[in-house]
């Protein structure tokens, strides 16, 4: 199997060896929102990838953490006068049974990072003992002039890096910083916000050290398969990559993956936009397959448009292939379609084609989820 491989900026081999275990860490939501559509293009693109594999014989085992202290969240449970947790639950909830509709596989493990601080210290503690950090002020910094190759993952210059950080919540004028790229491993936390004891005063993590100290105590030092949204590459995965190979002196992630940015009415989907399509509404309105078909329908490292139109074409497919009947015409056609750089629509186009011709398709639709 072949795979775009974000550092290496190229597609290449993913070790898929039968009978070994692949890895995945998948950055998951923080749950102060509904899910949308691109949260759930991206989870799609981790469920097919792991289908693909256990096809192949692989076991996976797949982690996606919940970011349940953060500042969007803390600052939405605010504005709506609840306790943070209670709206994380509620939330969760409802991503819960967004993608149980759509026919994701259940995460192996979907730690929370409020149930991990005794991780997120003892990692925080190793960075602080390799001398890849500081204290300064009432907070914790990881030192990137410390660090080997920071920077390489996103491929960005330092000044780009800085404005992304600025747009991204990274803060670079902090004046505790000795860098404007450094980051926050450990902070005070602001009146009314939630915190915990640690050797460096009470306050509560950075974002980034979140996930890193989820995927060594879950997966191990190096994992196989890391991803998440393209917009995680720059801060987010370079900040763990760095922290997670400063504490464990080995290399992080083997194979990085990212999923493209999904558009709706010509702009990035997002609550900033105020354009989010939100998955409980359409399976209101649509069977949950057909939503399932129309996410297919878009390679993870293009970015799109979503539109309803696409559910229109997908509830077609959908009788198109019940009505071709049980069997497995197309498998091969789309297990080479997966297996190079997963390319979902490929294998839409190789079962239609094979319905069109009167060949039964369910075997070929189950590997991408579809039950028909
Ligand atoms: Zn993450």
Known sequence: MRLYETQQRSVVPLDATPGSTVRMY??????????????????LAYDVLQRRLQDLGCRTRCVRNITDVDDDLLARARAMGVHYLDLAADSLAAFDADMAALGLLPADAEPRATSAMADIRR?????????????????VYFDVSAARGFG?????????MVELARRRGGRP???????????????????????W????????PGWHVECSALALAHLGETID????????????????????????????????????????????MSKSAGNLAF???LRQRWEPMAVRLALLDAHYRADWDWTERRLVDAARRLERWRAAGRGDGALARVRERLDDDLDAPGALAAIDAAADAGEPVSDAAALLGVAL
Not at 152 to 160: K, M, N, P, S, T
Not at 231 to 242: G, I, K, M, N, T
Not at 245 to 266: D, I, K, L, Q, Y
Request: overall charge negative; aromatic content about 8%.
């Open 225 to 268: 398969v890391h991803g998440g949204g393209s917009d995680l590459v720059f801060p987010h995965h370079e900040c763990s990559r760095a922290q997670s190979e400063a504490a464990t002196g080995r290399p992080f992630v083997r194979h990085w993956m990212h999923t493209s940015m999904v558009r709706h009415g010509g702009v990035k």
């Open 26 to 43: 998948v950055c998951g939501i923080t749950p102060y929102d509904a899910t949308h559509v691109g949260h759930a293009a991206t989870f």
């Open 197 to 204: 004891s640690s050797a460096w005063g009470l306050g509560r």
């Open 123 to 139: 990692l925080i503690g190793r960075v602080l003992s390799s001398g890849h950090a500081y204290r300064a002020g009432d907070g």
């Open 173 to 195: 004028d902090d004046p505790n910083k000795r860098n404007p790229l450094d980051f926050v491993l450990w902070q005070r936390s602001a009146p009314g916000e939630p915190e």
């Open 279 to 281: 998955v409980a509404d």
């Open 152 to 160: 390489e993952l996103c491929g960005l210059d330092v000044a780009a």
